[in-house]
T-cell receptor, first 111, second 116 residues
Framework: DAKTTQPNSMESNEEEPVHLPCNHSTISGTDYIHWYRQLPSQGPEYVIHGLTSNVNNRMASLAIAEDRKSSTLILHRATLRDAAVYYCILNGPNTGNQFYFGTGTSLTVIP | ETGVTQSPTHLIKTRGQQVTLRCSSQSGHNTVSWYQQALGQGPQFIFQYYREEENGRGNFPPRFSGLQFPNYSSELNVNALELDDSALYLC???????????????FGEGSRLTVL
């Protein structure tokens, strides 16, 4: 399995930026880095993904290290609605093109 | 909100019984994946269906089986239920991963199974 390592939990103040780290030292050249999040009592939802270059979308930004062994999901201004479990997942031939979720990072947003 | 719908939303079974969970995929999606999520854990991959055939399987015993229908909807069947099968079962639809897309998953809200 292509594995990722994330902190179990993080806290952020509302309206401040949040940087959620992920280590994936065994990533292969064809693995994409995906981020999903799961709000309470809901199924996971797609946030963002990337391969080598940094990526931005309306929800977040993804910063990928030059050696691709780590990445950071950036929420530019945390809101209470961003309180969720965030999962960093590798997806590619090494994973049979399947998504294997770990335990993720539980983000608490403080008003 | 995704277009993935699951039924039933909640159900209670007793040990040894069988259960069938259903999933309707989002329009335009041809692949369905099933996950089991125990309380406090991340979703665990059960299997994926594409073109009505199993297209990948996680570490689950054969008593977990599935079907995909021509309209891309899917069923998850679990035989000989055990207490540890109590969990949230999540269905996710996607377009099949190829050179043009990376197969992002769109999840339903899940079916909560309790085994007594």
């Amino acid at each position: 399995d292509a594995k990722t390592t994330q902190p179990n939990s993080m806290e952020s103040n509302e309206e401040e930026p949040v940087h959620l780290p992920c280590n994936h030292s065994t990533i292969s050249g064809t693995d994409y880095i995906h981020w999903y999040r799961q709000l309470p009592s809901q199924g996971p939802e797609y946030v963002i993904h990337g391969l080598t270059s940094n990526v931005n979308n309306r929800m977040a930004s993804l910063a990928i290290a030059e050696d691709r062994k780590s990445s950071t999901l950036i929420l530019h201004r945390a809101t209470l609605r961003d309180a969720a479990v965030y999962y960093c997942i590798l997806n590619g031939p090494n994973t049979g093109n399947q998504f294997y979720f770990g335990t993720g990072t539980s983000l608490t947003v403080i008003p | 909100e995704t277009g993935v719908t699951q039924s039933p939303t909640h159900l209670i079974k007793t040990r040894g019984q069988q259960v069938t969970l259903r999933c309707s995929s989002q329009s335009g999606h041809n692949t369905v994946s099933w996950y089991q999520q125990a309380l406090g854990q991340g979703p665990q991959f059960i299997f994926q269906y594409y073109r009505e055939e199993e297209n990948g399987r996680g570490n689950f015993p054969p008593r977990f089986s599935g079907l995909q229908f021509p309209n891309y909807s899917s069923e998850l069947n679990v035989n000989a239920l055990e207490l540890d099968d109590s969990a949230l079962y999540l269905c996710a639809s996607s377009r099949h991963r190829d050179s043009t897309n990376t197969g992002e998953l769109f999840f339903g809200e899940g079916s909560r199974l309790t085994v007594l």
